[in-house]
């Protein structure tokens, strides 16, 4: 698959649920992808606190951008097939960082770490990784 730029990832988020929560991709190699989020009313939970979707919503998303910029030869896409948080803290203004890293990048599946963390005060927030499912066209019955 070809390169996709940071300003490309941003594109894709227009209208989507990355741009509604106002995720922007600072940084994106096949090695990491980063972005950022404004803690806003629309990233918080009903309690006043920040919602762990949106977290999760931050996290998935950068692991998802870097399994794109790893897709082997021949696969069409990917699916998230597992994930799973640790919820450390919360913010209640500033922003949050994400970063994202492989851990595993095979033919098949692939394997993401990611770090939410808050800007202001470097404290983690949030432990993430997900398994993703490659996925490759069907052969043509002809």
């Known amino acids: 698959m070809p390169a996709i730029s940071v300003e490309q990832f941003n594109q894709r988020g227009v209208g989507k649920l990355p741009g509604h929560l106002g995720i922007v991709v600072t940084q994106a190699t096949p ?6 989020m404004p803690v806003c009313e629309q990233v918080m939970a009903p ?3 920040l919602h762990a979707g949106s977290l999760v919503t931050l996290a998935d998303t950068m692991c998802g951008y ?7 030869d021949g696969a069409s896409g990917f699916t998230t097939v597992e994930l799973k948080s640790n919820h450390l803290g919360t913010a209640l203004d500033g922003t ?3 970063l994202a890293t492989p851990v595993h990048l095979g033919r ?10 808050h800007e202001q005060s470097g404290r983690t927030l949030v432990l993430f ?8 066209p069907k052969a043509s019955d002809a």
């Not at 870097?66 to 082997?72: F, K, S």
């Not at 098949?108 to 963390?117: E, G, I, N, P």
Request: proline share 3%; charged share 15%.
């Open 31 to 36: 090695e990491q992808v980063g972005a950022r």
């Open 47 to 49: 309690n006043g606190y």
């Open 66 to 72: 870097g399994c794109l910029l790893n897709l082997p």
């Open 96 to 98: 949050v960082l994400a």
């Open 108 to 117: 098949t599946t692939q394997v993401w770490d990611a770090l939410v963390r």
């Open 129 to 136: 990784r997900c398994t993703q499912m490659l996925l490759y």
